[in-house]
T-cell receptor
Framework: DTGVSQDPRHKITKRGQNVTFRCDPI?????LYWYRQTLGQGPEFLTY????????KSRLLSDRFSAERPKGSFSTLEIQRTEQGDSAMYLC?????????????FGPGTRLLVL | GQQVMQIPQYQHVQEGEDFTTYCNSS?????IQWYKQRPGGHPVFLIQ?????EVKKQKRLTFQFGEAKKNSSLHITATQTTDVGTYFC?????????????FGKGTLLTVNP
């Protein structure tokens, strides 16, 4: 399967703990995105990488959140001191910008529950 | 900031009936994209419309982009139980933020067999 993969698929943690999620994009894709989706809502943009450079962070991304894409391939999203409000589905997407157009392909997501 | 609105929020139909969801953006879009998310699944790309007034078909699905490039619709003819899911439209930001998709809240379609 050459799609976007995410690990873990589910995570249950206690409030105050740190969690880290991993995303492996489609191999030739140079752009990588993190979104958050809560029940009954569409995905909301969190941050975006072009190769290894993080080019934008949403205001939704508090200083407890950090994302990296160290070699321009896989990416990690870490949440420190988790809060119950962080419970959501965290989606990763990747794309290849070509000819001014791109299509974002989503991974299966990591569903986080903070108790 | 850019807002994307979808109606209706929910739609329940009998199998075989038609279904339409509408999408409106607060700003003119360079393109509009549609995704489908099955229950418990992740968004799956369906189509991208770029040109003003563009109409594209995928089997029983018809997608339309408005003349002003601020609205779009998805119409499904003769729904089947496999059509169940949430349909999202999404538009990119303008200018230097054209990579950032803003999604609507989606329309949840349920189909009674």
């Amino acid at each position: 399967d050459t799609g976007v993969s995410q690990d873990p698929r589910h995570k249950i943690t206690k409030r105050g703990q740190n969690v880290t999620f991993r995303c492996d994009p489609i191999s030739e894709h140079n752009r990588l995105y993190w979104y958050r989706q809560t029940l009954g809502q569409g995905p909301e943009f969190l941050t975006y990488f072009q190769n290894e450079a993080q080019l934008e962070k949403s205001r939704l991304l508090s200083d407890r959140f950090s994302a990296e894409r160290p070699k321009g391939s896989f990416s990690t999203l870490e949440i420190q001191r988790t809060e119950q409000g962080d419970s959501a589905m965290y989606l990763c997407a990747s794309s290849l910008l070509a000819g001014g157009q791109e299509t974002q392909y989503f991974g299966p997501g990591t569903r986080l529950l903070v108790l | 900031g850019q807002q994307v609105m979808q109606i209706p929020q929910y739609q329940h139909v009998q199998e075989g009936e038609d279904f339409t969801t509408y999408c409106n953006s607060s700003t003119t879009l360079s393109n509009i994209q549609w995704y489908k998310q099955r229950p418990g699944g992740h968004p799956v790309f369906l189509i991208q419309l770029v040109k003003s007034g563009e109409v594209k078909k995928q089997k029983r699905l018809t997608f339309q982009f408005g003349e002003a490039k601020k609205n779009s619709s998805l119409h499904i003819t003769a729904t089947q139980t496999t059509d169940v899911g949430t349909y999202f439209c999404a538009g990119p930001g303008s200018g230097g933020s054209n990579y950032k998709l803003t999604f609507g809240k989606g329309t949840l379609l349920t189909v009674n067999p």
